[in-house]
């Protein structure tokens, strides 16, 4: 059966991220959803209103229209009867004719609120019979002349007739306005709504924004350290905590045009330590000597392990060869230092062999060059034999 690879350990990282970013566009596409669909119930609202007083204001209009007809008509009678000319019969009618068509446009308008529908049915009524009069007056006044005009127009003015047409007018006058007044109040009611919810919206989404930012850029922080993290530790060994050979030739760009010396070493009898007392101890050992090079070597010194027991250090502008010989004496002396362990007190020697370089050469090529020169060493002369004493 195949064996399931491991999930890279970046893409865990990423993933708080990838949920963060899912999470947005969720609650972000619900805050406009829902915002969205509270703020068109309001402002369906808030237009009903506008709507409502719009007719309102049509209505008033309306009124308005057939009380001026009227009594632009009624003017033009009474002129007429002061100063007999034709223009004014014409007036008449066509007063008559546009209170006629006010008179219809205001039911029109009216017919769906039950309160006014009798009331406008009596305007229309009384419109009808003043129309009436004022054609029926305009003939008169061209058939039969002003006397007989005279004397139809008297009882009219007598009894005013327009009286009842002008109090009914009145009356559905008064109560337009105080419903005007009141679509007026509920359309600024539903603005301050509309104004409010939008506003609460925002600043919902606004605030939503403001912590996802900010949680995200936490979380990219996070990841950030510990993508670094991850990759310090990918650079460095996971016994002695030196440097891989991987991370040794990265790093060795950086110097590669520097003067430098190459070191290469590994242990002497090394194994017979694992044989006696085991690998814990001998990674006890390992991380001994790994901690002795690091406070020997300078800061810019790159320190590494590349293999079992196989070392390699660079020292940064170490050009000459007695520099490099004495750096080499001082880390044996170091290595070759007692050794404390649980079950016994060790001591190790280590063969060395270094390459200068003036600058420019390929770390594989003094590598090779220094190897050469450790295994040289190893076999030209045995290194101090091992001490092995048992507690």
């Known amino acids: 059966m195949t064996a399931r690879s491991p999930t890279p350990p970046t893409n865990l990282s990423l993933r708080p991220i990838a949920r963060m970013l899912l999470?947005?566009?969720?609650?972000?596409?619900?805050?406009?959803?829902?915002?969205?669909?509270?703020?068109?119930?309001?402002?369906?609202?808030?237009?009903?209103?506008?709507?409502?007083?719009?007719?309102?204001?049509?209505?008033?209009?309306?009124?308005?229209?057939?009380?001026?007809?009227?009594?632009?008509?009624?003017?033009?009678?009474?002129?007429?009867?002061?100063?007999?000319?034709?223009?004014?019969?014409?007036?008449?009618?066509?007063?008559?004719?546009?209170?006629?068509?006010?008179?219809?446009?205001?039911?029109?308008?009216?017919?769906?609120?039950?309160?006014?529908?009798?009331?406008?049915?009596?305007?229309?009524?009384?419109?009808?019979?003043?129309?009436?009069?004022?054609?029926?007056?305009?003939?008169?006044?061209?058939?039969?002349?002003?006397?007989?005009?005279?004397?139809?127009?008297?009882?009219?003015?007598?009894?005013?007739?327009?009286?009842?047409?002008?109090?009914?007018?009145?009356?559905?006058?008064?109560?337009?306005?105080?419903?005007?007044?009141?679509?007026?109040?509920?359309?600024?009611?539903?603005?301050?709504?509309?104004?409010?919810?939008?506003?609460?919206?925002?600043?919902?989404?606004?605030?939503?924004?403001?912590?996802?930012?900010?949680?995200?850029?936490?979380?990219?922080?996070?990841?950030?350290?510990?993508?670094?993290?991850?990759?310090?530790?990918?650079d460095l060994d996971p016994l002695t905590g030196l440097l891989n050979r991987r991370a040794l030739d990265e790093k060795f760009v950086k110097y590669r045009k520097s003067p430098l010396a190459v070191v290469a070493f590994d242990f002497d009898d090394f194994k017979p330590i694992n044989d006696a007392y085991g690998h814990e101890a001998g990674d006890e050992v390992l991380r001994t000597i790994a901690g002795r090079l690091r406070r020997e070597c300078r800061d810019d010194d790159l320190i590494a392990r590349v293999g079992g027991d196989e070392f390699v250090i660079v020292l940064v502008n170490v050009s000459d060869d007695h520099t490099a010989r004495r750096v080499c004496r001082r880390l044996k002396q170091v290595i070759g230092e007692p050794i404390e362990l649980k079950a016994a007190r060790v001591q190790i020697g280590a063969s060395m062999g270094f390459e200068l370089s003036p600058g420019g050469v390929m770390l594989k090529d003094l590598l090779a060059r220094a190897d050469a020169a450790s295994y040289g060493e190893k076999f030209r002369r045995k290194s101090r034999p091992l001490s092995l004493a048992r507690r």
Do not use: H
């Not at 119930?41 to 808030?46: I, P, Q, S, T």
């Not at 007809?69 to 009678?77: K, T």
């Open 23 to 234: 999470l947005t566009q969720f609650v972000a596409l619900v805050l406009v959803a829902t915002g969205g669909a509270l703020l068109v119930l309001v402002a369906d609202r808030f237009q009903s209103a506008s709507l409502w007083v719009q007719r309102t204001d049509e209505v008033l209009d309306a009124i308005a229209d057939v009380r001026t007809e009227v009594l632009r008509g009624s003017l033009a009678l009474r002129n007429y009867a002061i100063s007999p000319d034709t223009m004014y019969l014409a007036r008449v009618r066509a007063s008559a004719q546009a209170a006629t068509e006010a008179a219809d446009r205001l039911a029109a308008l009216v017919q769906r609120s039950g309160s006014q529908v009798e009331r406008v049915v009596a305007i229309r009524a009384e419109i009808a019979e003043i129309v009436g009069w004022m054609n029926s007056s305009a003939v008169i006044a061209e058939r039969d002349g002003q006397a007989a005009y005279l004397a139809s127009l008297r009882p009219r003015v007598e009894q005013d007739s327009a009286k009842a047409l002008r109090e009914r007018l009145s009356d559905m006058e008064n109560e337009q306005r105080l419903l005007l007044q009141a679509r007026s109040d509920e359309r600024a009611t539903e603005y301050r709504r509309l104004v409010i919810g939008a506003c609460l919206v925002g600043a919902a989404f606004a605030a939503f924004l403001i912590w996802s930012i900010t949680y995200t850029s936490l979380l990219l922080r996070r990841s950030k350290a510990s993508i670094q993290g991850l990759k310090e530790s990918a």
